[in-house]
């Protein structure tokens, strides 16, 4: 695979990753009645996965912070960049993992206060540990294969970072001017 396709492939991943993610956890993990029979129409309050998975949502909005920081970064700052979304993704997946094995619906019947009858589903915790696994693949590519796909050219860095060199041209005076400095003291 060329550097490019490899690029496209973990940029891909680590935003579909976090977007799977972060849709996830706003969704409605469980609902439970509270209206205690008493209405002819059974009153639900919803609980979303934020509230037992509020971890998860932080860890996505990592994972597309990376996205644009894999775009900004060069050789060793993409390592770093990888690294850290594959471990924001490791860390999802551990967390819903944890909370799958402890129960969900135990979880779930702790954040309703203590309601019995709380009714889980099981999608939107499964599709947010999809996410996070396919988020840490992302970052791990990064990690990875990072160091060689190429980079911004200079153009894009601050003025202040680009060589002081006497204006020879036409076109060598205009960019001292807009370096800000005096191309003719």
């Given at each position: 695979?060329?550097?490019?396709?490899?690029?496209?492939?973990?940029?891909?991943?680590?935003?579909?990753?976090?977007?799977?993610?972060?849709?996830?956890?706003?969704?409605?993990?469980?609902?439970?009645?509270?209206?205690?029979?008493?209405?002819?129409?059974?009153?639900?309050?919803?609980?979303?996965?934020?509230?037992v998975a509020g971890?998860?949502?932080?860890?996505s909005l990592v994972?597309?912070?990376?996205?644009?920081?894999i775009a900004a970064?060069?050789?060793?700052?993409?390592?770093?960049?990888?690294?850290?979304?594959?471990?924001?993704?490791?860390?999802?997946?551990?967390?819903?993992?944890?909370?799958?094995?402890?129960?969900?619906?135990?979880?779930?019947?702790?954040?309703?206060?203590?309601?019995?009858?709380?009714?889980?589903?099981?999608?939107?915790?499964?599709?947010?540990?999809?996410?996070?696994?396919?988020?840490?693949?992302?970052?791990?590519?990064?990690?990875?294969?990072?160091?060689?796909?190429?980079?911004?050219?200079?153009?894009?860095?601050?003025?202040?970072?680009?060589?002081?060199?006497?204006?020879?041209?036409?076109?060598?005076?205009?960019?001292?001017?807009?370096?800000?400095?005096?191309?003719?003291?």
């Open positions: 695979m060329n550097p490019r396709r490899e690029l496209r492939t973990a940029v891909l991943l680590c935003l579909l990753g976090s977007g799977l993610v972060l849709l996830a956890v706003r969704q409605t993990w469980a609902s439970y009645p509270t209206s205690g029979g008493l209405t002819i129409d059974d009153v639900r309050d919803d609980i979303h996965g934020t509230a971890l998860a949502q932080a860890l994972g597309i912070a990376g996205v644009v920081a970064t060069k050789r060793r700052g993409r390592v770093v960049v990888g690294t850290l979304v594959a471990l924001a993704g490791l860390f999802v997946v551990v967390d819903v993992v944890d909370l799958l094995a402890r129960g969900l619906g135990h979880r779930l019947a702790t954040a309703a206060q203590q309601q019995h009858d709380t009714q889980p589903t099981w999608f939107w915790p499964a599709l947010t540990l999809v996410g996070g696994i396919v988020m840490a693949a992302g970052g791990a590519v990064v990690a990875a294969r990072g160091r060689r796909w190429a980079a911004l050219s200079s153009a894009y860095q601050v003025p202040a970072a680009q060589q002081d060199d006497p204006p020879a041209t036409d076109k060598g005076t205009w960019d001292a001017l807009d370096r800000g400095h005096d191309p003719t003291a």
